[in-house]
C-alpha cells in the first residue's frame, strides 16, 4: 500500500523559513518523479513543485520560484521542500503526491496523495 | 500561468450524468494526452479518478468516464449517486511550468 506521510507544517512569521518533508512507503520511491500541491484554505488545488525521480531535474510554479526549493533522498524514501522568504499568501495545506508516470515521466498526474501538512504564515 | 477552466458548480439529480469540462490551450490539454481528474471530499486529500484522458485507475468505478476534444478535457459522471457530492478538479502536463490544475467544480446531488 503505498502511504505518503507529510511532516514540518507550523506557523512561521512572513519572511522566514520551513522545511517540509514526506516520507514516502509501499512503492519503489527511486522510480517516479514526486510533486508538492498546496491548497489554501477555502480554494483549489495548485501545483508547487516537482523533482524528477534522481533530482536532475526541478520545476517550480511562477509564485514560488526563486524562494522554494525541491529536493529528495532516495537512500531515505524522502521528499523534501525548502521553503524561504514566505509570505501570507503561501498558506496552505501542503500535500506530497506520487508522479503516476513511471521513470522518466515527469508531469504525467498525481496518483497517490499524502493527507497534506498545514503551513500558515502569520505575524 | 492561469489555472485551467473548470465550471464553479455542477448539478444533478440522482441517476442523472453530468460533464464537467476544463479547458487550457494547445500548450496544455490540447497538446498532450496528460489530462487527469480527481476527486476530493472536504477535509480529504484528493484522489485520482482518471489518468490520461481517458484511463481509470483499478478500483474506480466505471460510472466515471474521461475524454478530450481540442483544448478541452470532459469527466462524465453516469448514473450519478449521492457519494458523488465532491470537489473535482483536473490537471494537465504544460509546456510552461510542468503542470497544472483547474480551479475546480464542486458537484451536487440535488
Known amino acids: 500500500e503505498v502511504q505518503l506521510v507529510e511532516s514540518g507544517g507550523v506557523v512561521v512569521q512572513p519572511g522566514g523559513s520551513l522545511r517540509l518533508s514526506c516520507a514516502a512507503s509501499?512503492?519503489?520511491?527511486?522510480?517516479?518523479?514526486m510533486h508538492w500541491v498546496r491548497q489554501a484554505p477555502g480554494k483549489g488545488l495548485e501545483w508547487v513543485s516537482v523533482i524528477s525521480w534522481e533530482a536532475g531535474s526541478t520545476y517550480y510554479a511562477d509564485s514560488v520560484k526563486g524562494r522554494f526549493t525541491i529536493s529528495r533522498d532516495n537512500s531515505k524514501n524522502s521528499l523534501y521542500l525548502q521553503m524561504n522568504s514566505l509570505r501570507a499568501e503561501d498558506t496552505a495545506l501542503y500535500y506530497c503526491?506520487?508522479?503516476?508516470?513511471?521513470?522518466?515521466?515527469?508531469?504525467?498526474?498525481?496518483?497517490?496523495w499524502g493527507q497534506g501538512t498545514l503551513v500558515t504564515v502569520s505575524s | 500561468q492561469s489555472a485551467l477552466t473548470q465550471p464553479a458548480s455542477v448539478s444533478g439529480s440522482p441517476g442523472q450524468s453530468i460533464t464537467i469540462s476544463c479547458t487550457g490551450s494547445?500548450?496544455?490539454?490540447?497538446?498532450?494526452?496528460?489530462v487527469s481528474w480527481y476527486q476530493q471530499y472536504p477535509g480529504k486529500a484528493p484522489k485520482l479518478i482518471i489518468s490520461d484522458v481517458t484511463n481509470r485507475p483499478s478500483g474506480i468505478s466505471n460510472r466515471f468516464s474521461g475524454s478530450k476534444s481540442g483544448n478541452t478535457a470532459s469527466l462524465t459522471i453516469s448514473g450519478l449517486q449521492t457519494e458523488d457530492e465532491a470537489d473535482y478538479y483536473c490537471?494537465?502536463?504544460?509546456?510552461?511550468?510542468?503542470?497544472?490544475f483547474g480551479g475546480g467544480t464542486k458537484v451536487t446531488v440535488l
Open positions: 509501499g512503492f519503489t520511491f527511486d522510480d517516479y518523479a
Open positions: 503526491g506520487k508522479e503516476s508516470g513511471y521513470g522518466n515521466y515527469i508531469s504525467r498526474g498525481i496518483d497517490f
Open positions: 490537471s494537465s502536463y504544460t509546456s510552461r511550468t510542468n503542470l497544472l
Open positions: 494547445s500548450s496544455d490539454v490540447g497538446g498532450y494526452g496528460y
